[in-house]
């Protein structure tokens, strides 16, 4: 008896529907970049384990973990970039009782994508989930903006990322690095490792190094060692930065008469949110517990 065909419509449709509950470490961008690492960290491990414990051929083995390598830098990179996301729309959260200028703007929706931002939980995160978020430039210019004085271009100058010329000094080394690692993530997602002549010219622009294409992407667990620390170290100056800015800000904006929160209760949901005892209006914040 031949079999019943198989729905392959319905079936991608169900692929929705196999989903888990966030993890308690989603209330915190900071805390969620740390569970979403440390959770591909460990299963990384696992499985290596699992592949030279149970493979007879150490070469059939290494290929299997080269593609396991691959997938484990996209993901990496990509928890950095969800990240950003997520402290851009906790900070859009906050300075939305406090700020009317024009500085939301720096995040453009498009009509037709209108509709489909209803449904989210927060300003911050309607304004903030649907871009990318894997560019330097663009995200200096995002946070630059967003964390501006009130009614003033630019205001107090932020860059997230600072290239030569910009403030702090000690970050500017950065900048580079970061934005190759956009680059390699795209090659990565987009050409499935494949670094196409385009793709050379862009990265030895970063690297000031000879990238020879077209080459595939063959990433050792060493790379991804490397690949981890950098980004773990710039997410944490990140938070404490961005951190820091908002709370000056918030302190320069804070008003007690047209304020819906004590600078009390401000301090403690910035803590809550950057995981650091930020002080706004004289207040220091107590950072949760949990």
């Known amino acids: 008896m031949p079999r019943l065909p198989i729905d392959l419509a319905r079936k991608i449709k169900d692929v929705l529907q196999h989903v888990q509950p966030l993890p308690d470490e989603a209330k915190a961008p900071i805390l969620h970049y740390w569970r979403t ?32 390598y691959g997938m484990v830098l996209v993901n990496l990179a990509s928890t950095f970039e969800r990240f950003l996301k997520e402290i851009a729309a906790e900070c ?17 929706i498009q009509g037709s994508a209108i509709a489909s931002h209803f449904g989210a939980a927060t300003l911050g995160k309607s304004l903030c989930e649907s871009s990318t978020w894997l560019d330097c430039e ?5 946070f630059r903006r967003l964390l501006s004085d009130p009614f003033q271009i630019g205001g107090k100058s932020f860059d997230l990322f600072p290239k030569q ?36 010219v862009k990265m030895r622009l970063w690297t000031k190094e000879n990238v020879d294409a077209p080459q595939i992407l063959a990433p050792t667990r060493r790379d ?26 918030l302190t320069a904006v804070y008003t007690p008469t047209d304020s819906f929160a004590t600078p009390q209760q401000l301090a403690d949901r910035v803590a809550a949110v950057f995981r650091l005892p930020m002080q706004i209006a004289g207040a220091k914040g107590i950072v949760p517990s949990d």
């Open 37 to 68: 690492g440390a959770d591909t960290w460990v299963s990384l491990a696992y499985l290596e384990r699992a592949v030279r414990d149970g493979e007879r051929r150490p070469s059939v083995g290494s290929r299997h973990l080269g593609r396991l």
């Open 92 to 108: 859009v959260d906050v300075l939305a009782d406090f700020i009317v200028d024009d500085r939301f703007n720096v995040f453009a």
């Open 138 to 142: 663009e995200i200096n210019k995002r």
């Open 224 to 249: 991804l060692n490397h690949l981890k620390r950098f980004l773990d170290d710039t997410a944490n100056v990140c938070n404490a930065r961005i951190g820091e800015r908002l709370a000056e800000l």
């Open 165 to 200: 010329s910009q403030q702090p000094a000690e970050h500017q080394w950065r900048f580079e690095p970061m934005n190759l690692i956009w680059q390699i993530r795209h090659t990565a997602v987009h050409n499935v490792g494949v670094i196409t002549n385009s793709d050379a």
